[in-house]
């Protein structure tokens, strides 16, 4: 009988705690909470991945912004006088698109006047239907190849792709402590079930002790014996209780209900699966973990922003050389500025300009290589770090699992050798104090294979967690 309650109570390994809620109402359910169903409410209301979500999107409104820099612009001026000998009145209209691929832009404008203005602002003349201008300026030496749009617009970029690395680093980190509190749980209630069909055994021999006492084959004394060893069995059942209600309510930061509530596993969903305590399931082996990971993804993207940064300082030490082009056109009747403004008009006129000192653009192009200097130097340590990480994870696992198989040889045993005591107690050849040392030296072997094969599962999810097995974690579907 005890081999068969400890076998049940070591093979009660998929998740089942039936979820009552958090908030008002508990849930009632029978069925086993499984690992893939926590796994999925998990990934789909842990309150941490739903603010990393929402601050990718906070990235992808920022490169909207960014690209605004290149909105075509169109504004319109007028000017009347209102007073005065001469009566000139006119409006202007403009329309600015910058380039994308140089700091130059193109621009078209059309302006219309009326009436008399002085000589020295006979430029103000139209034709009768106004005149209309098309140019562009285009970017010789510096803001050619790169300028601060363009950079703002690549940060920008990059920003998004940091805030989906960030948003996985910390849903893969989520995923692992929601397995590692569901491997906690199921245990709890692996040594619950432990303890009670230990406290069942003592239980069950006070009625066989009575009748004994009472046909005088056994003394009085045993009787108290039996009790005060009930008592120290109760006592590990109301500890081993309170462990499970601290793991299940652990467990409710990660099983959430589809408003994101958490809900507190009950006992009546432990399951009798002896795959429970098995964790995650990862896939073969990355032969370069740290190709996927997005700890380091992240900082190479920093890397990248860096040197976004260092091409804008280079920028900004060249010289500045601008050409510009510009074809205008006077339409309509003559005006009053005269016959002078109805032919083609053609512009060609350039800008150059060249600081002589530059200490701005020199002290930012120190400091972005310093940066990218101190950038990569922490990358070369992170690679490091994850393939320590990685072997070392490897190592735990491998000497979890020659634990376990010596806790399941080790419980075997016991459990044979208290079987045997409690016959030799049934036929009087055994005392009372060897059958109760072997019984509980049999529950004691279980507990500790309980806690071997959670020390297994949990080194797994931590695998999974260093590879970045995301279809192991349950993070496959929300990318």
Not at 181 to 200: E, F, H, S, T, V
Not at 292 to 303: I, M
Request: include cysteine.
């Amino acid at each position: 009988m005890l081999r068969l309650s400890i076998t049940l109570a070591l093979l009660c390994s998929t998740p089942g705690l039936a979820h009552a809620q958090a908030s008002p109402a508990a849930e009632q359910s029978a069925a086993p909470l499984t690992l893939a169903e926590l796994l999925a409410a998990s990934a789909r209301a842990s309150p941490q991945i739903v603010e990393q979500l929402a601050r990718e999107r906070q990235a992808r409104s920022r490169a909207l912004t960014a690209e605004g820099a290149f909105d075509t612009v169109f504004s319109v001026e007028s000017r009347s006088r209102a007073l005065g000998y001469y009566d000139g009145d006119q409006v202007e209209a403009r329309a600015t698109r910058p380039f994308g691929d140089n700091g130059g832009y193109v621009y078209g404008t059309y302006r219309l006047s009326r009436g008399d203005f002085p000589v020295y602002e006979d430029q103000a003349h139209t034709n009768e239907l106004g005149e209309a201008k098309i140019g562009v300026l285009y970017a010789l030496l510096r803001d050619r190849l790169v300028d601060e749009r363009r950079t703002r617009r690549t940060l920008a970029a990059s920003d998004i792709d940091i805030a989906r690395f960030e948003r996985q680093a910390v849903a893969i980190g989520v995923q692992t402590r929601a397995v590692i509190a569901y491997q906690n749980w199921i245990a709890a209630g692996w040594r619950l079930k432990a303890y009670r069909d230990l406290m069942a055994l003592a239980q069950s021999r006070r009625g066989g002790i009575e009748r004994q006492v009472q046909l005088g084959a056994k003394p009085q004394i045993l009787l108290t014996e039996n009790e005060q060893n009930l008592v120290r069995r109760r006592a590990l059942v109301v500890r081993a209780e309170g462990d499970l209600q601290v793991a299940a309510n652990a467990l409710s930061l990660y099983y959430r209900d589809a408003e994101g509530r958490p809900i507190v596993a009950d006992e009546g969903r432990l399951p009798t699966a002896a795959s429970a305590l098995a964790g995650v399931q990862a896939s073969a082996t990355n032969t370069d973990p740290a190709a996927a990971r997005p700890d380091l993804q992240t900082l190479l993207s920093r890397v990248d922003q860096s040197h976004a940064r260092l091409a804008l300082a280079r920028n900004d030490l060249r010289p500045r050389f601008d050409l510009r082009l510009e074809i205008g056109k006077d339409i309509g009747s003559e005006g009053l500025g005269g016959p002078s403004r109805t032919p083609t008009e053609a512009v060609v006129g350039f800008r150059f300009s060249i600081p002589l000192q530059n200490r701005a653009a020199r002290g930012k192009l120190d400091e972005t290589r310093a940066e990218i200097d101190a950038l990569q130097a922490r990358g070369r340590f992170l690679r490091d770090q994850i393939a320590v990480e990685v072997e070392g994870i490897g190592i735990a696992l491998h000497a979890a699992e020659r634990l376990a198989k010596a806790a399941e040889q080790e419980r075997d045993l016991a459990e044979r050798l208290a079987a045997a005591e409690r016959r030799r107690f049934e036929l009087g050849s055994s005392d009372f104090f060897l059958v109760n040392q072997r019984e509980e030296t049999a529950t004691d072997a279980a507990v500790r294979l309980v806690e071997a094969r959670a020390r297994i599962a949990t080194t797994r999810a931590e695998l999974a967690a260093a590879t970045v097995d995301q279809t192991a974690l349950g993070l496959d579907r929300i990318e």
